[in-house]
T-cell receptor
Framework: GAVVSQHPSWVICKSGTSVKIECRSL??????MFWYRQFPKQSLMLMATSNEGSKATYEQGVEKDKFLINHASLTLSTLTVTSAHPEDSSFYICSASGTGGPSTQYFGPGTRLTVL | QKEVEQDPGPLSVPEGAIVSLNCTYSNSAFQYFMWYRQYSRKGPELLMY????GNKEDGRFTAQVDKSSKYISLFIRDSQPSDSATYLCAMRRSETSGSRLTFGEGTQLTVNP
């Protein structure tokens, strides 16, 4: 099956610092990657969609200067939370879809971000 | 009104029971339907993917789609404690796998041994 990894799985940082989260598709080429945010006991909230080599498309209300997304290759997308604040603490999950098999989105294991 | 409605539960059943999870949707443009299972503090795992009305079976899981009623279901037979998780229905309009998904709220299921 299609495998998507995320790194790190858990990160704690101080307020004001930046944090980078990596999302990799391990066995297929991900032409499109998605970034979600999930609060406890809530469903997934789509933050942005990125296509390889193009600028990400952000959902309404998501600050693109705060959540920087780069999809530089067919197997890697990164989400950088800039100048993180405690309210950015959340569970961030990426998903990927693309050529070579997957007919829908496959999700990574998620990254838990805690901003002190 | 939400595009996709899903009873959040929680749903608690004894081991071995048949579980029925349901979602309704309002937009007939949705053509592709998925069920994901999410364990606590983990990413969603794809269980079933369907694109036509009718039933699709995979082991203990059966996905059912009724496009005329805008209603999808997931049945779990012989439920096990390891099935305890949150189940999310998801759907999309386009055939393109890179299209965005619309999710239900998720149903929290507990299977008691």
């Amino acid at each position: 099956g299609a495998v998507v990894s995320q790194h790190p799985s858990w990160v704690i940082c101080k307020s004001g610092t930046s944090v980078k989260i990596e999302c990799r598709s391990l066995d297929f080429q991900a032409t499109t990657m998605f970034w979600y945010r999930q609060f406890p006991k809530q469903s997934l909230m789509l933050m942005a969609t990125s296509n390889e080599g193009s600028k990400a498309t952000y959902e309404q209300g998501v600050e693109k200067d705060k959540f920087l997304i780069n999809h530089a290759s067919l197997t890697l997308s990164t989400l950088t939370v800039t100048s993180a604040h405690p309210e950015d603490s959340s569970f961030y999950i990426c998903s990927a879809s693309g050529t070579g098999g997957p007919s829908t989105q496959y999700f990574g294991p998620g990254t838990r971000l805690t901003v002190l | 009104q939400k595009e996709v409605e899903q009873d959040p539960g929680p749903l608690s059943v004894p081991e071995g029971a048949i579980v029925s999870l349901n979602c309704t949707y309002s937009n007939s443009a949705f053509q592709y339907f998925m069920w994901y299972r999410q364990y606590s503090r983990k990413g969603p795992e794809l269980l079933m993917y369907t694109y036509s009305s009718g039933n699709k079976e995979d082991g203990r899981f059966t996905a059912q789609v009724d496009k005329s009623s805008k209603y999808i279901s997931l049945f779990i037979r012989d439920s096990q404690p390891s099935d305890s998780a949150t189940y999310l229905c998801a759907m999309r309009r386009s055939e393109t796998s890179g299209s965005r998904l619309t999710f239900g709220e998720g149903t929290q299921l507990t299977v008691n041994p």
